[in-house]
């Protein structure tokens, strides 16, 4: 399915232009999780400006980064050539380094399986791979040896460290070293073996120069074992952070990641301040004699060729259920009413949202209701979304058909008629003047985004239900990741520079939990402003702080979000675990978006379920107190209290049997919203939001709408909240 108008990826190449002499080809960004700290975009425009026509990505151990690398260095037509840094599993202790290249579309598909897969069964401390499951995927791959922590490189300097040893030893333990393989021998059967995997033309020795002896050692080792085998040599600068002066910032972001701190003997740590971009010319001076090895990047640059799909959609192809009550299809929900190939799911669609207008008007749609719908189909069926608000109805009808309790709509989705008369929604738009294309607007093309909220308790049957009715491998949760924020950023600086407790607390209060910009609350605090002029340290610490703040911290579980695709997840987007057993993607949201997959919000909440419970409880016990005489359906005539609270059938007897039947116009409720007694109510029961709710003293639901949309970091900071109270109460 095409999504219209998303913008045409140019060509994933550097044609056209002079090829440098060097290409970067192990490269770790901000999402090597604390181990670099060169984010994206500033690596590809630094990459740009020194002339890079090429570069190659490769996080450890997982493929975060990929999407927004490739849209980056689109922009700036620099070929993105996607990789990884695979940990290969040792038997015998610390897992072996080994990056890999995606050479065309098989190897990138391969390059999402191996993440997959080394994440959801070769988990040992990190994600590891076993050579098996290499040589399963290696089509379509390049292969370099690796770092120091290559398993090439490691045996070599094993082999070394062994043959010092024997020197001074006695005769049998000479003879007994004898008889084992040199390092060099060692590492050439390791060679052979992954020219087994990989394919002669597919695996490539590399040679790095950061200044330390050991590379120089194993770099000679490499040099002679290229000459007697004919395998080609590639070198490499293991990038981790952008410019050489961020040498210090990435030094504590390893401080960080280790919880160590800097004078920590034997901590993690790169020994100097090479590990940074260098220019093509900076390369071509430090590998001036061996050119061989430079033109193999630019050559290996040449072959990688993959350009992502960002067009085109890839949600579940929707067919009704077998019995039209879903639960009962098989896993990939292939039982279906009549014949699939002539399904129209534009036409379903406004038949369904027909009898839904039929059922709330009767057969005289009002014209208002006709005319709204019409034009909402119209865009919905121009854009090709049909698809996507059956399967919502598929989930929210499921869902109800068994008892879940489900929210009435949020979000900008409640904007749309089709919604509400899918019953996906409860909410009329047109009784609230809510816009359509405030959720779906053809000038701004994107996948529509309604949030599902369900009774918590229930929201583990209804994931059931999907991974039922479109496949177990079709489905997935969002990844999310936690970035650091500026308050633990001082926090974690602090600590990894050894700084005195009490002036980490200092600096920790002077700023707001919820902040993003360091820099800002500087501006802003002359508190902080002050601690930075008398305390030495404070400086160095907030500076730092300012640079890593924003790096993703961790890879978790999105609190809502569930992933659909019309074949198996994992041929777009790699998989992982989040702790426990549940499944994510190693994407956030924007990138599932751009890769054209299906994001659905369904968020489990206890409100829900507190809400259920208590109409049921006095829908139970009607009459037991107020000698109420209707029945348990509520039946009987008569309304619910419109004078505070909620009655048991006193009065007119009747009582409430369904939570719809509550009145939004209750000023006793709107008294008790207005004193702050919000308290357990669902957004709106944090302290500032009570802060908001007490100045603003609402009336009515409209006035809960315009808190909900005060209560927001823009409103907040630009001072719109108090201008808008002020005019609300008269007094501007």
Known sequence: MSMPDKGTCPANSGTNRKETGFVHLHVHSEYSLLDGCARIPELVENAAQSGHTALALTDHGAVYGLVPFY?????KNI???FGTELYIRNHGGQ??????LAENDEGYRNLL???????LDGFHGKPCVELDWLADHSKGLIALSGCLKGEIANHILKGEAADAGAGGAASTVRATCAARPTGAASARRILERYLDIFGRDHFFLELQRHGLPEEERVNAALIAMAAATGVGMVATNDVHYVAREDWRVHDVLLAVQTLSTLTQKNRLRLSNSEYYLKSPLEMERLFADLPEALRNTVA???RCDVRLDLKNLHIPVYTPADSGRGGDSDSSGSKNVGNADSFDAFTHLRELCLSGAVSKWGVHIPDSVSARLSHELKIIGEMGFAGYFLIVHDIVSYAKRNGIPVGPGRGSGV?????????ISTVNPLDHGLIFERFLNPERVSMPDLDIDLCHEGRYQVLDYIRKRWGREHVAHLGAFTTLRPRAAVRDVGRALGVNQKLIDRLAGAIPSYSRDIDRVIKESPRLQAMLREEPQADEIVRIAGRIQGLPRHMTQHAAGVVLADGPLSNYVALQRAGGEEIITQADMHTVEDLGLLKIDLLGLRYLTIADRTVRWIAEHKGSGGGGDGDASGGGGGSASSSGGVRDGAGTGSAISKIEDIPLDDPAVFAAIGRGETIGTFQLESSGMRRLIRRMRPENLEDIMCIC???RPGPLGSGMDESFIRRRHGLE
């Open 300 to 302: 290996i640059a040449e």
């Open 709 to 711: 949309a005060l209560f």
């Open 113 to 119: 399986q191996l993440s997959t897969k080394a994440h």
């Open 95 to 100: 897992p072996y380094h080994l990056p890999i």
């Open 79 to 81: 070929k993105a050539i």
């Open 415 to 423: 904007g749309s008629m089709v919604s509400y008369l899918l019953d």
């Open 71 to 75: 849209k980056k260095a689109l922009a």
